[in-house]
T-cell receptor
Framework: LAKTTQPISMDSYEGQEVNITCSHN???????ITWYQQFPSQGPRFIIQ???TKVTNEVASLFIPADRKSSTLSLPRVSLSDTAVYYC????????????FGGGTRVLVKP | DAGVIQSPRHEVTEMGQEVTLRCKPI?????LFWYRQTMMRGLELLIY????????DSGMPEDRFSAKMPNASFSTLKIQPSEPRDSAVYFC?????????????FGPGTRLTVL
């Protein structure tokens, strides 16, 4: 069964750009790709969502190649408060389009 | 809106006891989701409802787990009997529209410890 996979962790410094890639090579045809942010002792919080190409909002950008088998969340100019775990969420075709979270990427922003 | 409300926030119980977790979704949302989060398995979708009807319960680990949604403003997740391996944080989320294509709003979670 294909899995939705992400790097376990990455470190960055304030003011830098952070790019997190999620691999979802069995994504359901009609499903979007959604990214969530989670702080300790809180529920995940929506960041951005897209279907293809590029989406940008006030906090992030999402890049999706034409084959949609991966996606990259880009956080521009991170600050200490961006330290969190970031999850991608897709519907997995092989699992009957079941919503599947990636394992999460722990981002540590250093001063 | 107060957001998704879950109760209790923390629950400590002994193996074999019944546990009931509660959730109040955001008013107007037609989808409700129950997730479990552990270090080993991450975030797992247990079950979701659309208009109070269970749509997919394939993530429910065993018959010991059951979920109901008697009306649009309330849902429960019950574990009977509970076991130590059920210890986890359980999240409820709701959305307006199908959860894969719409923003899900998560509650603060219930941290369950089964001794």
């Amino acid at each position: 069964l294909a899995k939705t996979t992400q790097p376990i962790s990455m470190d960055s410094y304030e003011g830098q750009e952070v790019n997190i890639t999620c691999s979802h090579n069995n994504i359901a045809t009609n499903d979007y790709i959604t990214w969530y942010q989670q702080f300790p002792s809180q529920g995940p919080r929506f960041i951005i969502q897209g279907y293809k190409t590029k989406v940008t909002n006030e906090v992030a950008s999402l890049f999706i190649p034409a084959d949609r088998k991966s996606s990259t969340l880009s956080l521009p100019r991170v600050s200490l408060s961006d330290t969190a775990v970031y999850y991608c969420l897709v519907g997995e075709k092989a699992a009957g389009n079941k919503l599947t979270f990636g394992g999460g990427t722990r981002v540590l922003v250093k001063p | 809106d107060a957001g998704v409300i879950q109760s209790p926030r923390h629950e400590v119980t002994e193996m074999g006891q019944e546990v009931t977790l509660r959730c109040k979704p955001i008013s107007g949302h037609d989808y409700l989701f129950w997730y479990r989060q552990t270090m080993m398995r991450g975030l797992e979708l247990l079950i979701y409802f659309n208009n109070n009807v269970p749509i997919d319960d394939s993530g429910m680990p065993e018959d010991r787990f059951s979920a109901k949604m008697p009306n649009a403003s309330f849902s429960t997740l019950k574990i009977q009997p509970s076991e130590p391996r059920d210890s986890a944080v359980y999240f409820c989320a709701s959305s307006r529209g199908q959860g894969g294509n719409n923003e899900q709003f998560f509650g603060p979670g219930t941290r369950l410890t089964v001794l």
